[in-house]
């Protein structure tokens, strides 16, 4: 199983950017997917999950009405659509999925390689 995410970059706060997370290797529509990231000298958190069907979906409070996960299960990909970004949303954004709908990064068997999001004041 291999995740793939990208789309990562420098912005200005205020500005958009859309991570994509394409999987191979794997039934990707059986599985919950989920994005966390993991700032400098910070742990991981949890950001944003969507179920297996796309009928769930859970934010973190702190991008709750500025990003939104979706995904399409033809192709095999999820997407993180972050909006008016501030700059303590800097991070390393990685893309992993389980069979298990959850917000915590133990239970997530597979994950992407990370994608640098840098978001200047």
């Known amino acids: 199983v291999q995740l793939q995410a990208s789309g990562g970059g420098l912005v200005q706060a205020g500005d958009s950017l859309r991570l994509s997370c394409a999987a191979s290797?794997?039934?990707?529509?059986?599985?919950?997917t989920a994005w966390f990231r993991q700032a400098p000298g910070k742990e991981r958190e949890f950001v944003a999950v969507i179920s297996w069907s796309g009928l769930s979906i859970v934010y973190t409070d702190s991008v709750k009405g500025r990003f939104t996960i979706s995904r399409v299960n033809a192709n095999n990909t999820v997407y993180l659509q972050m909006n008016s970004l501030k700059p303590e949303d800097t991070a390393v954004y990685y893309c992993a999925a389980s069979v298990f709908y959850t917000s915590t990064s133990r239970r997530y068997e597979y994950w992407g390689q990370g994608t640098q999001v840098t978001v200047s004041s």
């Open positions: 290797g794997v039934t990707f529509s059986t599985y919950t």
